[in-house]
């Protein structure tokens, strides 16, 4: 039974690796395009990442260890900056998920599960 359990735990991590990998790709091209300012200003998160699916929700900004999933997304600024606080992503897997997603937009949007749990997972 502790098999099968790791094994949705780690599903559904990577379900929500997948969907925050497309929104943070959208979030890149999105900041990079020349017909915009956005690439210094900033865009929304939520005009970006409106259909989460297979996670609960995200957060601009590195994630806590031991913090509790985002319900919802914000429309707080992502940008390109040297600004750590806004060039991170936070994603929040939904439950039996229970690490963290994040994605540097600096780094071309690159995500990575990390070893931060979630509360109560």
Do not use: H, W
């Amino acid at each position: 039974m502790p098999a099968y359990q790791n094994y949705t735990k780690r599903s559904a991590n990577n379900a929500c690796l997948a969907e925050a990998r497309s929104a943070s790709g959208q979030v890149v091209v999105e900041l990079q395009d020349p017909n915009t300012t956005t690439g210094t200003t900033g865009t929304a998160l939520d005009t970006i990442y409106k259909n989460n699916s297979a996670c609960t929700g995200a957060a601009v900004g590195a994630a806590t260890a031991d913090a509790v999933a985002a319900t919802t997304v914000p429309n707080t600024a992502v940008t390109l900056g040297s600004d750590a606080t806004n060039t991170i992503i936070a994603f929040s897997p939904k439950a039996p998920g229970d690490k963290f997603i994040e994605c540097n937009i600096t780094r071309g949007g690159s995500c990575e599960v990390t070893t931060k749990g979630v509360q109560g997972r």
